[in-house]
């Protein structure tokens, strides 16, 4: 509940209107979830084997989502383009034991250095449940974590993607739409460079 789904929308509208063509690769998580997966947490305590086959699958799906849009955004040769994931492989390491995730990624044929730095920019949207706690909702049917557990996920998650060279983080030190503002200019930032 950080807006990333809001906030895909606004930058597709902006980004478009700039005249550099947008591509949005759907997050693995929720497809997977949502298609048949509903009991994840159920499995993340219960379960660890089925959890983790299903983590696999989602950093799997992630992969063949994003080179399918790699290889769409090369069909349009002359224009500015731009490809948007709503999650990355690191992610799955907010989920799961350090240990799992490096058998995950070994598993899946994945070099650490590629799930960390194969993105040109990291822009880590801090959930509502930290500093704009009144507007956290489990509206996304993917969604089950308490305020405090989603406080939790968002600091590991954040810890997941340490290290890369052009990790952003957007707060909620102001109001939502301000926040998609300073998303906004910091991809700009980026896209210029």
């Avoid at 807006?3 to 597709?12: D, I, M, N, Q, R």
């Avoid at 070099?111 to 949207?125: G, K, R, V």
């Avoid at 801090?126 to 996920?153: L, M």
């Amino acid at each position: 509940c950080s807006g990333k789904t809001t906030a895909e929308a606004y930058l597709s509208e902006k980004l478009q209107y700039k005249g550099i063509r947008v591509f949005l690769v759907p997050e693995s998580a929720t497809m997977i979830i949502t298609g048949g997966v509903h009991d994840i947490v159920r499995l993340a305590r219960k379960d660890r084997p089925k959890y983790l086959h299903a983590e696999k699958q989602m950093v799997l799906l992630h992969m063949d989502l994003r080179r399918r849009f790699n290889e769409l955004a090369k069909g349009f040769p002359g224009e500015k383009r731009v490809i948007i994931c709503d999650r990355g492989v690191m992610d799955a390491a907010a989920y799961m034991t350090e240990e799992e995730f490096k058998a995950l990624l070994e598993d899946c044929r994945i070099p650490f250095s590629e799930a960390l730095d194969s993105y040109d920019a990291i822009f880590h949207l801090v959930t509502a449940a930290k500093g704009a706690e009144r507007f956290y909702t489990r509206e996304n049917p993917a969604r089950f974590e308490s305020v405090e557990e989603a406080r939790a996920a968002d600091e590991r998650t954040l810890a997941a993607w340490i290290g890369h060279a052009h990790l952003k983080i957007i707060d909620n030190s102001t109001g939502f739409e301000q926040k998609m503002k300073r998303l906004l200019a910091a991809v700009c930032r980026v896209l210029e460079r």
